[in-house]
């Protein structure tokens, strides 16, 4: 038995610079893929590549959009990224208000849907 697909996700990606992150950001509110796009200031990311211990600054980003989209949304964030192999990570929101969770819905529409 699977469990049911989350109504709503928040789906985070890094990007080793603001400008690619701002980018990313508005390519996907344009295109519905996310209601809201958020972009963090540089942090400090350690990770294990091609067996070595790397270390670089990176911008998160944070979109908010629905389940629905996420397929789309990975796509997007997959042709448009400059990683080879981008985190792209989505977790699922349990709870919220439902005003705002009625926007993500609304927003993240397809356009046809409208």
């Known amino acids: 038995m699977t469990a049911p697909s989350p109504a ?11 400008e690619r992150a701002r980018e990313l950001a508005q390519g996907a509110v344009e295109a519905r893929l996310a209601a809201c796009a958020q972009v963090s200031a540089p942090v ?3 990770y294990r590549w091609q067996n070595a211990i ?42 919220g208000s439902a005003r705002y969770l009625g926007w993500v819905t609304a927003e993240t529409a397809p356009a046809a849907a409208l």
Do not use: M
């Open 8 to 18: 709503w996700l928040t789906v985070l990606t890094t990007i080793d610079s603001e």
């Open 44 to 46: 400090i990311s350690v």
């Open 54 to 95: 790397e270390s670089s600054e990176e911008w998160q980003v944070l979109f908010k959009t629905a389940g629905e989209r996420y397929e789309e949304l990975e796509a997007y964030l997959l042709q448009e990224h400059d990683y080879e192999n981008p985190e792209i990570i989505a977790v699922p929101v349990v709870r």
